[in-house]
């Protein structure tokens, strides 16, 4: 029995097929989670940076559907906010703001809008969740939100 042939006609067809579907695949919801954990800014303030948490998120095209919860703060938590950073791990600025019970434990749910720009910085792991509280003006519990 001879064994078949790929031309190759066969082999630019599947390619094309196969870039064909990157848009497809592009556009679908991706799924994100974080843990929440204390991190101080400096030893002073330590002691009242406590607590845990955790978040999900999930982006569908540039809308960004938050959920989560934290408990154990030292004071009622004042703000929450998605910041981007220029890499997982490096703190940077605040690029959106979203509404946290004014409590030391509570859940949290957002749904944000974010820029072409906030969505690459996303999906490259460079946007993480910070929650401030009386105690730890300065942040609270920080999360980045990872695949």
């Known amino acids: 029995m001879a064994t078949p042939r790929v031309s190759r006609n066969h082999v630019t067809n599947a390619a094309a097929l196969l870039l064909a579907l990157v848009p497809l695949a592009a556009g679908a919801a991706d799924d994100f989670k974080a843990r929440l954990a204390p991190v101080p800014i400096d030893a002073t303030n330590s002691a009242t940076t406590t607590g845990v ?3 999900t998120a999930r982006l569908d095209g540039t809308t960004l559907k938050l959920n989560g919860s934290f408990s154990g703060l030292h004071g009622p938590a004042t703000i929450a906010q998605l910041h981007g950073g220029v890499a997982t791990g490096v703190r940077g600025p605040s690029i959106a703001d979203f509404t946290i019970p004014q409590a030391q434990n509570g859940q949290f749910s957002a749904e944000l809008k974010l820029t072409a720009e906030q969505v690459d910085a996303l999906r490259r792991g460079r946007i993480y969740i910070q ?3 009386s ?3 300065d942040g609270n519990l920080w999360g980045w939100l990872l695949p």
Do not use: E, Q, R
Request: charged share 0%; aromatic share 0%; net charge neutral.
């Open 53 to 55: 948490g955790s978040a």
């Open 135 to 137: 105690a730890a003006p």
């Open 131 to 133: 929650i401030h509280s």
